[in-house]
């Protein structure tokens, strides 16, 4: 499966912003998707994902901000940033874990990787 990661950009403190990831290949809805992002000088952490049921989870630090969703028609996920801060400035990398059912936030797991797109949030 390819993913392509879209919607970035820079905004101020406490826009929104929502980022997209479009799949090919294969039918998005079978599989477990997450988003994930790294900062400069950082490791790439876990930011929310979505099972195929649609269950989904987040990170302590986005829960209330952040929304994961799909749209299975459009073979898009979604990730809907609202009250962003500085500290969430980073590249957002989509991903897609084909052997799990549920929405991990190991990313490990997740064995296809979209390309990552900006985010970048000045105060």
């Known amino acids: 499966v390819q993913l392509q990661a879209s919607g970035g950009g820079s905004v101020q403190a406490g826009d929104s912003l929502r980022v997209s990831c479009l799949a090919s290949?294969?039918?998005?809805?079978?599989?477990?998707v997450g988003w994930f992002r790294q900062a400069p000088g950082k490791e790439r952490e876990f930011v929310a994902a979505i099972s195929w049921g649609g269950a989904t989870n987040y990170a302590d630090f986005v829960k209330g901000r952040f929304t994961i969703s799909r749209d299975s028609a459009k073979n898009t996920a979604y990730l809907q940033m609202n009250s962003l801060k500085p500290e969430d400035t980073a590249v957002y990398y989509c991903a897609v874990d084909t052997q799990r059912a549920y929405a991990s936030s190991r990313r490990e797991l997740y064995d296809y990787w979209g390309q990552g797109t900006q985010v970048t949030v000045s105060s």
């Open positions: 290949g294969r039918t998005l809805r079978m599989y477990a």
